[in-house]
């Protein structure tokens, strides 16, 4: 086995022991990067020397005899809408496409205060509206599993690297299923948590009352070490819970036999995938010889999630994403008239034309005479979809759905079409509405494309999730399963 496919917790070992250094795990990682971004296209900014700076520093501190932490020397990538001091951060969009923020966002610095290295940054669609990353303002990443697919948005770029491992893990976004879906999709783990449980500072917003950011891993065990650096209160984000934070690792090897598990008609109807449908099935079968009780559910505004969620989320994009002007920082059109040119030039020349329809979009909702019938109409859909699952998780422990109706899509395939493009999300967007966690694993494939299963949590109960998920990882391990390009298909694995 090369060093850069190696797991964060064997490679922790590996470090600790040492028996190799953060430097040549970082080589080892930047090498692979090297030898196969050029068909996932999954980074928008390789931070190589700012890397190694690290990670010789890092050798130092241990040959000094400091302790080796659970990510010490582990390297790994930040998606391009969490701010990195000095270092580019463009939301994948042609308005930030010169923005250094001159701070860091909090996750960022909870990781390099444990020794995490930065290997770069990641694409997505831009300011995370999308889901398939085709909306990048750059370029679009590539499925490794078939390179003629998309990894899903909006955190594909995420995803694609964890999944073609150029990293051991990866930080996205989730705003109404962008961890999850690329997440099954590439066939790794992706953790949304509760709402306020992980710091929102320094993410770029798209629509605040949603956005959460989260680990994507090659494993269950991997995604409990970073839920533990990156959660917990934060003084400089309001919206941050002061809710004491376990030691999720605790939660991996656990037995699920007596834990209640719900499962919801509605999921297994709305446009699923025959062949989704029955891989998923036999998850929860699994499950179910595992010990887990089955609790038939019904949650019944979940089709209603979909046309509130895209009333919601627009207009708090539209809110967030009016200061984009071209006057303090970012792109400028320069060849202007007057100030009231410079603004619409800027903003229709900088922004893509997913995020020009989502800000139309919110605006209208938002707008004198409309907002009773849109936006708070759909606020308060989005409080019955709450109480379905409050309602629900009064008979069950976790509710285990699929992630997607369906498995990767060609690339171009739906970029035309808008709300088969949304629906996409329709088994994710539920969970972001009501600001509960969920995680999406591998569950099995179609054609070599990975399915995936999701298991939805009640509020801050994130442990029980990965319990639950570890113990069907446990036993059905998918390890000799990878995507076959690069270096796996020259023999390199």
């Known amino acids: 086995m090369n060093l850069y496919q190696l797991k964060i917790h064997e490679a922790h070992e590996l470090i600790r022991d040492r028996k190799v250094s953060s430097e040549e795990l970082l080589l080892s990682v930047l090498a692979r990067v090297e030898d196969v971004e050029g068909i996932v296209q999954g980074f928008v900014t390789v931070t190589g020397d700012y890397a190694l700076k690290k990670a010789r520093e890092t050798d130092q501190k241990i040959d000094r005899g400091q302790k080796v932490g659970p990510l010490t020397g582990i390297p790994f990538a930040l998606k391009d809408n969490m701010c990195s001091k000095d270092i580019l951060t463009t939301c994948s969009s042609k308005i930030l496409k010169n923005f250094v923020p001159p701070y860091n966002a909090e996750v960022f610095d909870r990781l390099e205060e444990q020794g995490a290295v930065l290997v770069g940054k990641t694409n997505m669609d831009e300011f995370a509206m999308g889901s398939s990353t085709e909306n990048s303002g750059y370029f679009s990443t590539r499925n490794p599993w078939d390179p003629a697919r998309v990894p899903g948005g909006s955190s594909g770029g995420s995803a694609a690297v964890v999944a073609a491992d150029e990293v051991p893990f990866a930080l996205g976004s989730d705003t109404g299923g962008s961890i999850r879906q690329p997440a099954s999709y590439c066939g790794v783990v ?25 680990p994507l891993t090659r494993d269950v065990r991997d995604c409990a070490l970073v839920m533990n650096a990156i959660c917990g209160q934060d003084p400089k984000d309001s919206t941050s819970a002061p809710v004491e934070v376990p030691d999720y690792s605790s939660f991996i090897g656990k037995p699920v036999k007596g834990i209640r598990m719900g499962i919801a008609e509605e999921y ?26 089955k609790v038939e559910l019904s949650l019944p505004h979940t089709s209603y999630a979909l046309p ?24 400028r059109y320069e060849d202007s008239e007057s100030l009231l040119e410079t603004y619409k030039k800027t903003r229709s020349v900088g922004f893509g034309t997913e995020v020009k329809r989502r800000i139309m979009l919110g605006t209208y909702a938002l707008s004198s005479g409309y907002y009773d019938a849109y936006y708070l109409k759909a606020q308060k859909v989005r409080t019955l979809i709450k109480s379905d699952f409050d309602q629900a998780f009064e008979k069950c422990d ?30 994710t967007i539920p969970v972001s509405m009501s600001g509960l966690p969920a995680i999406s694993i591998p569950c099995g494939f179609i054609k070599g494309l990975p399915v995936g299963l999701q298991i939805i949590g009640k509020p801050f109960d994130e442990g029980t999730i990965l ?15 990878k995507p076959g390009f690069g270096s796996y298909a020259k023999g390199g694995a």
């Open 308 to 331: 509130a969620y895209y009333l919601v989320s627009p207009a708090e994009a539209s809110s967030n994403l009016a200061r984009y002007d071209g006057i303090r920082y970012g792109f």
């Open 467 to 481: 319990q639950v998920a570890a113990a069907f990882e446990e036993s059905m391990p998918f390890e000799d399963m």
């Open 190 to 214: 992706g953790m949304k948590p509760t709402y306020g449980r992980v710091s929102r500072y320094g993410l770029i917003a798209f629509a605040s009352s949603l956005d959460q950011i989260g």
């Open 398 to 427: 976790v509710i285990v759905t699929p992630t997607a109706p369906t498995v990767s899509f060609r690339t171009g395939e739906k970029v035309r079409d808008p709300l088969q493009m949304y629906l996409n999300d329709v088994f």
């Open 268 to 293: 297994f109807s709305l446009g699923i995938n025959d062949e989704v449908r029955k891989i998923v099935e036999k998850a929860i079968a699994r499950l179910d010889s595992l010990g887990m009780g």
